[in-house]
């Protein structure tokens, strides 16, 4: 089946070590992008890809960043994570969304714990 | 600028009755609207959307929901409540006016469906 697929489904790391979480897709879709969810909160967009061009929201911290090496990968680096960086974070991808009305598809998330 | 709002955190229905989960939301241009269920420690999953078309648009596990422009609103319903529907419910939308703009969540609304 076609899908959204994350790793790890669970990341643990220490205050200020850096991490990656990284996301692959077999839709072969545009888009993808990543949210970070807190506390059964409103998924936050921190990035989207649309193909290769980046862009980020204006109020994601610089210490998050976003590499997309091929059309099924995309990365999301945590530099020096702080507590409050703990969250999930969804990655999902999009086939187009210029055209407004493509759904996005999520992957499982990976939960984020910051010791 | 577009918005949605879920004005309830939580909705309570017994199993075999009717559910319904508000949404309104506010745009400039003409709506795309969505609607996701997230279950615990799980990605968000499409339910259904609405783009153009008829009104009542009916999706995934049984879910329909009603577009109505004069108010403003997309509300999610289901006509018998599962205890297998309980999940996290988020209602999103794009204004199908500018291209760019990225997809709004509202801050959810938790379904509980008891025995």
């Known amino acids: 089946d076609a899908m959204v697929i994350q790793n790890p489904r669970y990341q643990v790391t220490q205050f200020g070590k850096p991490v990656t979480l990284s996301c692959s897709q077999t839709l072969n879709h545009n888009v993808m992008y990543w949210y970070q969810q807190k506390s059964s909160q409103a998924p936050k967009l921190l990035f989207h890809?649309?193909?290769?061009?980046?862009?980020n929201e204006a109020d994601t911290p610089d210490n998050f960043q976003s590499r997309r090496p091929n059309t099924s990968f995309c990365f999301l680096d945590i530099r020096s994570p702080g507590l409050g960086d703990a969250a999930m974070y969804l990655c999902?991808?999009?086939?187009?969304?210029?055209?407004?009305?493509?759904?996005?598809?999520f992957g499982p998330g990976t939960r984020l714990t910051v010791l | 600028a577009q918005s949605v709002a879920q004005p309830e955190d939580q909705v309570n229905v017994a199993e075999g009755n009717p559910l319904t989960v508000k949404c309104t939301y506010s745009?400039?241009?003409?709506?795309?609207l969505f609607w996701y269920v997230q279950y615990p420690n799980r990605g968000l999953q499409f339910l259904l959307k609405?783009?153009?078309?008829?009104?009542l648009v009916k999706g995934s596990y049984g879910f329909e929901a009603e577009f109505n422009k004069s108010q403003t609103s997309f509300h999610l319903k289901k006509p018998s409540a599962l205890v297998s529907d309980s999940a996290l419910y988020f209602c999103a939308v794009r204004d199908g006016g500018n291209a760019g703009n990225m997809l709004t969540f509202g801050g959810g609304t938790r379904l509980m469906v008891k025995p």
């Open positions: 999902a991808t999009s086939r187009d969304f210029f055209r407004g009305g493509n759904e996005q598809f």
């Open positions: 745009v400039s241009g003409n709506p795309y």
């Open positions: 890809y649309y193909d290769k061009d980046f862009n």
């Open positions: 609405y783009i153009t078309g008829d009104n």
